[in-house]
């Protein structure tokens, strides 16, 4: 018998620029068992989807992108309502800069590369 | 038989000195990780996107420090262009466990920071090398890969 939030269920959305850092995050999603998944390169087109109706489970958001970077998409998710979990990652260690992240409305912030383990210990605080 | 065990020794012993050179670290472990029977040529289709980025970022790098010649002036190099490249090549090397290259990555970006032309030449030497060894190791790993899945029929 699945669990209630059994990771199947659950819808992610990857919003990272760098290529291979989307196919990483889209590899680990999946072995923890996420099978419906989206990925987009900048913040605007994170915005852009929710604009269009659509909601997820949980955004894994990179910090530095062109055109719209995570902080202010993350602004902009919570100032829509937005009520997905949204999860920082970045390579930035700098309290400084994680906190402005967080100040943005993130419910948690991980030191990139992200591992199996983290990102299991993400979806258990679902 | 015999031909096969050793072509798995070898593969783990080149594997092992890899790390141990630091060539790469645990997040190429992740990679391995990640790959099986859904998804089984995860680790070479994204080491191969990596190759094809980091060329990307090395020859957009050389551009922008050489757009600064014959004046090679602080003034004439868009240090910040510089560093976003960077930054980029910075996280795809560490997404797939390539340390070396990430290391150079790092003082690279303290070199963009100080707008240090002469690190930046530097560090873009160092960050070709390191891209062109890790590259070359990567190649040798899958071929070994590939060398045992044809010996194991």
Redesign the interface.
């Known amino acids: 018998m699945k669990p209630k939030n059994s990771s199947s269920q659950l819808k992610a959305l990857v919003v990272d620029?760098?290529?291979?850092?989307r196919?990483?995050h889209e590899?680990?999603l999946?072995?923890v068992g996420v099978e419906s998944l989206a990925s987009v390169e900048n913040g605007k087109k994170a915005v852009d989807l929710h604009c269009n109706g659509q909601s997820f489970d949980l955004i894994l958001m990179d910090k530095?992108m062109p055109v719209m970077n995570g902080v202010e998409a993350t602004k902009q998710l919570r100032s829509m309502g937005i009520r997905d979990m949204i999860v920082g990652v970045s390579?930035s260690r700098g309290a400084e800069n994680v906190q402005q992240f967080m100040d943005a409305g993130l419910d948690h912030f991980y030191t990139?590369?992200l591992?199996?383990d983290m990102l299991k210990a993400i979806i258990d605080k679902i | 038989m015999d031909g096969l065990v050793q072509l798995q020794k070898q593969l783990v012993d080149y594997t092992a000195s890899l790390f141990r050179e630091g060539f790469l670290d645990d997040?190429f472990n992740?990679?391995q990780?990640?790959q099986?029977e859904?998804?089984p040529e995860?680790v070479v289709?994204?080491v191969t996107?990596?190759f094809e980025?980091a060329e990307r970022l090395l020859n957009e790098l050389s551009k922008t420090l050489d757009s600064s010649f014959p004046n090679r002036g602080q003034a004439s190099i868009d240090f910040k262009k510089l560093d976003a490249h960077v930054?980029?090549l910075?996280?795809?090397s560490?997404?797939?466990?390539a340390q070396r290259v990430h290391s150079v990555c790092i003082s690279f970006r303290n070199s963009c920071e100080e707008q240090n032309v002469e690190g930046c030449l530097k560090n873009l030497q160092q960050v070709r090398h390191e891209y062109s060894l890790v590259k070359t190791k990567l190649e040798t790993l899958f071929r070994m890969e590939k060398q045992i899945l044809e010996a194991a029929g």
């Open positions: 620029d760098d290529r291979v850092t196919m990483t590899a680990l999946k072995k530095d390579s990139k590369p591992t199996v | 997040q992740q990679l990780q990640l099986d859904s998804n995860f289709e994204v996107l990596f980025d930054h980029q910075k996280g795809s560490s997404s797939i466990g």
